[in-house]
Every structure is written in structure tokens, then in C-alpha cells.
């Protein structure tokens, strides 16, 4: 596609359940991000995939969270255990270089 | 710990009034500064980027302002527009991680 697919775009899980968000990069950008947006604030980095290097996961939160990317395409993140804290919009983001990223219109998470 | 430090928080101008947005950062090895804007219900979006080694940058309505030495920069908007209401995040990039570290945000209303 022309830009970056996230889905579902609005998820509601009661705490405590697993939930899976996904992320479609823009064909051909070899690096992906996910970072985290919470209500007036800025955007908190997750994890960074960078084409087969082992991916830089030091701003997942808790072992609660892990993410991975299949055939250097599609991302999965996974919330196990489900927190209210955990209540935010994820963004995903792909790239080719520093001056190229694009980001999706993200996955709106609430967790009741 | 805020690598970097965004003002103000909201902020409020009249059409046709300059906008103003302040950034500063601690981390030297930053070595790309963009502005991102982020429109309700949607992913940030590349608005303008300055290096470094350049003292300011100017798309259209949008300068840059770059000040190596104090560790600041900043977002001008000439002309302010209502259509230009929306949040602006600073951000910052290092070579060394392959990430963007990004500001709190700052929420922008222009008022016709």
C-alpha cells in the first residue's frame, strides 16, 4: 500500500487479556518502530526492527510486551495481561532512512 | 529521563499571528532535528528537518531555527492559519541508536 496499516484502528479488552495490534509497513522500508502516545503526551518508544538485526527492544515497558516482525515485513505487538495503564494510542512507524518516517494512523487501546 | 524538553505545552494564536514552539537537548550525538504534525485521529507527519550544520531551514510558512552551541531549536509558523491547529512534536536522532526521541508535544490552536 502507499502508507502504513495499522489494525484494528480502536480495541477495547477487558484487563487482564492479551491483545495483538498490528502494523504494515510501507513496502520496501526496512526499518520499523512502534512507540506509544497516552493522553497529552508525547510519543514513548517501544521497539525498533531493522531488517534481520535482532531488534532494540529497551523501551517495552515489561515482559508483558514483545513485538515481532515476520519476513522483515508485518509486526505484531502483543500485550499480554492486559493493564488499564496500558490504555493508549500505538503507533507504528516504517522507514528507509532517518529523513523518511511515516507513521500510521495507529491503534487506539482501551483497556476497562 | 526527557532527552528532550518541548514548550509550551498549548498554546494559542490568532490568524495571522507567528507560532512559536521551543525544543532543547542534552544528547550531542543527536545529529537530525524534524518537526512532526499530528492532526486528531491521526499518525504524526514529517513537516520540516534540519541537520546540524545549518543555522535555519525555511519551507514555505515554516522555518526552523537551529542553535548548535545552546542546544536548542525551534519551530516558527509565519501567517498562522486555523487549518495549521494541531500538535507539533520536535524530535531528535542519533546515528548511534537509529532512533527518534520525541518532545511532549505542544497542542496549537489557531483562532480565526
Known amino acids: 500500500g502507499a502508507g502504513v496499516s495499522q489494525s484494528p484502528s480502536n480495541k477495547v479488552t477487558e484487563k487482564g487479556k492479551d491483545v495483538e495490534l498490528r502494523c504494515d509497513p510501507i513496502?520496501?522500508?526496512?526499518?520499523l518502530y512502534w512507540y506509544r502516545q497516552s493522553l497529552g503526551q508525547g510519543l514513548e518508544f517501544l521497539i525498533y526492527?531493522?531488517?534481520?538485526?535482532?531488534?532494540?527492544k529497551s523501551g517495552l515497558p515489561s515482559d508483558r510486551f514483545s513485538a515481532e516482525r515476520t519476513g522483515g515485513s508485518v509486526s505484531t505487538l502483543t500485550i499480554q495481561r492486559t493493564q488499564q495503564e496500558d490504555s493508549a494510542v500505538y503507533l507504528c512507524a516504517s522507514s528507509r532512512n532517518r529523513d523518511g518516517y511515516t507513521f500510521g494512523s495507529g491503534t487506539r487501546l482501551t483497556v476497562v | 529521563q526527557q532527552q528532550v524538553k518541548q514548550s509550551p505545552q498549548s498554546l494559542i494564536v490568532q490568524k495571522g499571528g507567528i507560532s512559536i514552539i521551543n525544543c532543547a537537548y542534552e544528547n550531542t550525538a543527536f545529529d537530525y532535528f524534524p518537526w512532526y504534525q499530528q492532526f486528531p485521529g491521526k499518525g504524526p507527519a514529517l513537516l520540516i528537518a534540519?541537520?546540524?550544520?545549518?543555522s535555519e531551514k525555511k519551507e514555505g510558512r515554516f522555518t526552523i531555527s537551529f542553535n548548535k552551541s545552546a542546544k536548542q531549536f525551534s519551530l516558527h509558523i509565519m501567517d498562522s492559519q486555523p487549518g495549521d491547529s494541531a500538535t507539533y512534536f520536535c524530535a531528535a536522532f542519533s546515528g548511534a541508536t537509529n532512533k527518534l526521541i520525541f518532545g511532549t508535544g505542544t497542542l496549537l490552536a489557531v483562532q480565526p
Open positions: 513496502s520496501g522500508h526496512t526499518a
Open positions: 534540519i541537520r546540524p550544520d545549518v
Open positions: 526492527f531493522q531488517g534481520n538485526s535482532a531488534p532494540d
